[in-house]
């Protein structure tokens, strides 16, 4: 994993996360290491929980939490990418006037979590056939938060799968909201604001508020691996 990581051009990553919220980590996953995450949907034991979202109103498929320990690749795409976004977490905390810093080890950050009683994992792994897509939301599930989050898309658009594009809208205060779509490959991943993020405006920063979602498939099977960065209470 951690040399597919350290490719990433950090200050590109870094520059597009204070312009836009989010940014594309191009090939974070191999296309064998994609088949194998994704192959694990239908191993139970790996995981502590099924989501229908149609049963929930979060759209139409479902998606599958992970059980501790994690599966090694996503145990350690969890831990490396951590130490790397926290620094950009931690300024866009200042940036807000925030008060919570977050630690350079992710192991350090669980633990707070886990003392707060958000102790049961959060990574999962979502599947979308034809017609299912997932409404724009937040994941957040407790007092600690970390800001950014990471979803990787496991299939490969055009020939696994069409429609379900990754769709990002964010409201600022007193305007209305703006949308994106990210231009995603197998493998590739986006890094993205979780809640809220800093924007420069003439007099200084101001929070805007982001949502994530997925437009509807047309045809096809689409997998992603959702890599959250605080547990759940
Ligand atoms: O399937 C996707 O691309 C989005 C998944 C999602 O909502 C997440 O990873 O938090
Ligand atoms: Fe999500």
Known sequence: MSARIAALDRDAVAMALDRDGWAV????LS???????AGLYDRDAL????????????????????????????????GELYPRLAPIAN????RMRMDVRFPADHAEFLARCHDAGQARPTPLLLKYGPGDYNCLHQDLYG???????VAVLLSQPGSDFGGGEFVLTEQRPRMQSRAAVVPLG?????????????VKGSRGDYRV???????????????TLGVIFHDAG
């Open 25 to 28: 980590l191009p090939g974070l």
């Open 31 to 37: 296309d064998d290491q994609c088949d194998g995450v």
């Open 47 to 78: 995981f502590r929980s099924r989501v229908h979202m149609a049963r929930h109103g979060f759209g139409c498929g479902e998606y599958r939490y992970f059980a501790y320990p994690l599966p090694p690749l996503v145990g350690a795409l969890r």
């Open 91 to 94: 300024r866009w905390h200042e």
């Open 143 to 149: 007092e600690h938060v970390f800001p950014l989050q």
């Open 186 to 198: 197998k493998g590739d991943a986006v890094v993205f604001a979780v809640n809220v993020r800093p």
């Open 209 to 223: 508020m982001m949502r994530h979602g997925v437009s509807e498939v047309r045809s096809g099977s689409r997998h």
